[in-house]
């Protein structure tokens, strides 16, 4: 059974870090890009941040681009992604998503991803 569950949410004042992870199991998603979501209430589930296979690639919403830092540790298989500077509207749930043996390169569309995790909030208070 594949799964990826995401950690590391909560609630935060502005201006703080936070550091999520999403701990993939079931198969492996080594050499495939993944990537991080997030959906705000009322809102379209929007990309974040993408990353390649091997972790050579990334891409970033403007919003956070910045601010972010997604990586990946393959011998854990395990993604990351740190936001600084936290402000109310990164407010949402935050998704991480993958497909195992898919493409290598870093892909940005939510409609590539067939796996997803179950979300972890993320509240950034003013």
């Known amino acids: 059974q594949v799964q990826l569950v995401e950690s590391g949410g909560g609630s935060v004042q502005a201006g703080d870090s936070l550091r999520l992870s999403c701990a993939a199991s079931?198969?492996?998603?080594?050499?495939?890009?993944m990537g991080w979501f997030r959906q705000a209430p009322g809102k379209e589930r929007e990309f974040v941040a993408a990353?390649?296979?091997?972790?050579?690639?990334?891409s970033y919403a403007d919003s956070v681009k910045a601010r972010s830092t997604i990586s990946r540790d393959n011998a854990k298989n395990t993604l990351y992604l740190q936001i600084n500077i936290l402000k109310p509207e990164d407010t949402a749930v935050y998704y991480c998503?993958?497909?195992?043996?898919?493409?290598?390169?870093?892909?940005?569309?939510?409609?590539?991803?067939?796996?997803w995790g179950q979300g972890t909030q993320v509240t950034v208070s003013s």
């Open positions: 998503a993958g497909r195992p043996t898919g493409a290598p390169q870093v892909m940005l569309s939510r409609r590539y991803y067939n796996h």
């Open positions: 079931g198969r492996t998603f080594n050499s495939s890009a």
């Open positions: 990353i390649s296979g091997r972790g050579i690639s990334t």
